[in-house]
């Protein structure tokens, strides 16, 4: 079933206010709250629990970068040029800049007859603080390739290669590698998208306005692909595989995506969104997650998806131990000592 996005109620600040999701305490009392929305929908289109306002369209940022790579995989130009699965995970990434990292958008690059002056991204400073400071010490500017986006636009500018689409312009709504990826949110996600509010991401590329409750079971369908066409839950699998057994590339050194996908060992597929948006797929049930933080904070967004997957994500005792000390942040001070915690709500 399709459904339309348009611009709710809720957007023009009518409805009621979101939960409270987060809090942070420090001392003997909480200091700030986050309000936000959570949709839980199965792969059939059944939505499972919500908390806050799902209907209102919300831009997904880099949570939908596994969907944006399914032209890549489907067009067979992942196939084509020796897409290896590091990076088709890579072109999930929102990645923090490590050598590894652009080491390896610059070798796929040239593999396709490119550089890095073909990604219309943009340059961008690593949000690893370490190869940031390696490059300021060797007196070096970010390039594109530093860009958090850079593989998912280096596999946008595969699957122009292979398809015989201009590479210039890529990034353009009017692109065909764009009106490609419209078609397939739409599809996967079960939304009529003609009407959605618009906008242009950090990295140059369309946005679109999408329910929660969409884009949910969107990536419902993305974990859990058996009534998708056969093409394209082949697809599915694998960017799922390669983002499970590639967790570093799909965001870095101490970064929640990669911890989570790592310590899931398969039972949780995850990716985060700018402005305090995150997604994950629970493969084996069937579910997919999409959440909101209205104030965008990424902090708030980690420890109120933790929370759902610590209760649908099917984790063992060792996995839930592992969630728990990832999802709780402790509050520091400078000198370094825990002086409060972030964690869920009493009261959600």
């Not at 402790?330 to 964690?343: D, S, T």
Request: aromatic share 4%.
């Amino acid at each position: 079933m399709i459904r339309e996005a348009t611009v709710p109620i809720s957007v023009l600040g009518v409805a009621h206010a979101a939960p409270v999701l987060v809090e942070v305490r420090r001392g003997d009392m909480v200091e700030s709250r986050h309000r936000g929305s959570i949709a839980v929908v199965d792969a059939s289109g059944t939505t499972v629990e919500s908390s806050g306002d799902v209907d209102a369209p919300v831009y997904p940022r880099s949570s939908i970068k596994p969907l944006q790579a399914l032209p890549l995989v489907e067009s067979g130009g992942a196939d084509a040029f020796a897409v290896t699965a590091p990076e088709l995970a890579l072109a999930c990434a929102s990645h923090g800049g490590e050598p590894r990292h652009v080491d390896t958008v610059l070798a796929w690059l040239r593999r396709i007859g490119l550089s890095v002056d073909d990604l219309e991204c943009g340059a961008y400073w690593p949000s690893h603080a370490e190869a940031q400071h390696a490059l300021i010490r060797a007196g070096q500017a970010p390039t594109a390739a530093h860009n958090n986006c850079s593989g998912k636009h280096a596999g946008m500018l595969t699957t122009c290669r292979h398809l015989g689409e201009p590479t210039r312009g890529y990034a353009r709504p009017e692109h065909p590698a764009q009106r490609r990826t419209l078609r397939i949110f739409e599809e996967v996600c079960g939304v009529a998208l003609e009407r959605a509010p618009r906008g242009i991401d950090g990295c140059g590329l369309p946005q679109i306005g999408i329910p929660l409750e969409a884009l949910a079971r969107g990536i419902a369908r993305l974990g859990a692909p058996d009534a998708l066409p056969p093409q394209r839950a082949a697809a599915c699998r694998r960017i799922t595989r390669a983002m499970i057994e590639h967790p570093f590339m799909v965001a870095g050194s101490s970064r929640f995506c990669t911890s989570i996908i790592a310590l899931g060992r398969g039972k949780a597929v995850v990716k985060t969104g700018a402005e305090g948006i995150y997604v994950a797929a629970i493969p084996s049930r069937g579910l997919g997650i999409a959440l909101k933080i209205e104030d965008g904070a990424a902090r708030a967004a980690e420890v109120a998806l933790g929370d759902v997957l610590r209760r649908l994500g099917g984790f063992d005792a060792q996995q839930l131990a592992e969630l728990e000390v990832l999802s709780k942040p402790p509050v520091k001070n400078a000198a370094g000592l825990a002086v409060g915690e972030i964690r869920p709500s009493a009261h959600q």
